[in-house]
């Protein structure tokens, strides 16, 4: 592989197992000579991400971080301070909301689960890269987020999580704006659905998957492969002139009509 991200270190979120994008995206950046750092959130995925960080060819610091308390997003930037001095880039890949906020009807989705899919899903990025940014190098830095399709079209069984999806993607939009002084670039992959431990709380997934398969310009389902190679490019010098924008890797799901 390349040697584009020799020296650059960076922070990923949201590994959850060696299905999730999130450890896609960490395995396509070190590939190309990155040196990560991962957040997990309580001791129920600490040994998973553990696990997997240890199959790394360097030791990777691991920092608890729940993103819903504002002291441990601030600790885990502190260790990033200690342990990396500056960081190159982010990978935001965290989401959640309730299973009845997913399952029901958006029309009773309850305030504290709207809420909670929000802060949750939304407001992290916003949180995480506030944290962040004092850590960029003064030449910039570059944060993905994940999303997907469900924030601009109707996903039955989505439902609220869409509305936290397409408030993450705006948020995207106006981070771009702000912290492009600084020549730090923020940008979204929306994949198509892939096999993940947070897709499999959606009712129907399977239907989903092969659905997606039928309708997509390519005739198939995306690869977490793909998405991580989609990550590196956005992360990567290669795409120094791209900022604000959402990629589509979802085999051309998104471009059909019927």
């Keep these: 592989m ?3 991200l ?30 990560l750092a991962f957040t997990y959130q309580g001791e129920r995925l600490k040994e ?13 610091p691991l920092y ?9 997003i601030k600790k885990v930037f502190e260790g990033l301070a200690h342990d990396f001095g500056q960081i190159d880039f982010l990978v935001h890949a965290v989401a959640y909301a309730k299973r009845e906020d997913l ?26 890269a506030k944290a962040a ?25 989505y439902n609220v999580m869409g509305l936290a999806k397409a408030g993450l993607e705006s948020a995207v939009r106006y981070l771009a704006y702000d912290l492009g002084k600084k020549n730090i670039r923020v940008n979204g992959i929306s ?3 892939i ?21 997509a310009a390519l005739g198939r389902n995306v690869e977490v492969e793909e998405v991580g190679n989609a990550a590196f490019f956005l992360l990567s010098p290669l795409g120094s002139g791209v900022t604000g924008e959402v990629l589509y890797v979802d085999c051309g799901y998104r471009i059909m009509g019927f």
């Design 103 to 128: 399952d029901g009807r958006t029309v009773d989705t309850s305030r504290d689960g709207f809420a909670l899919a929000m802060d949750i899903s939304t407001y992290s990025l916003i949180a995480l």
């Design 133 to 157: 940014e004092p850590l960029f190098p003064k030449q910039g830095g570059s944060v993905v987020a994940l999303t997907y399709l469900g924030s601009e079209k109707v996903v039955p069984f």
């Design 2 to 4: 390349s040697q584009y």
């Design 195 to 215: 096999n993940t431990l947070a897709a499999r709380g959606i009712a129907k997934f399977t239907t989903m998957l092969e659905g997606h398969r039928h309708r």
């Design 6 to 35: 020799k020296g650059k270190k960076g922070l990923i979120t949201g590994v959850a197992n060696k299905r999730s994008i999130a450890w896609a995206i960490a395995q396509a950046l070190t590939s190309h000579g990155a040196q």
């Design 64 to 72: 608890e971080c729940d993103v819903t308390r504002d002291e441990q």
């Design 48 to 60: 998973s991400v553990e696990k997997l960080a240890a199959e790394l060819p360097y030791k990777a």
């Design 191 to 193: 994949a198509g659905p």
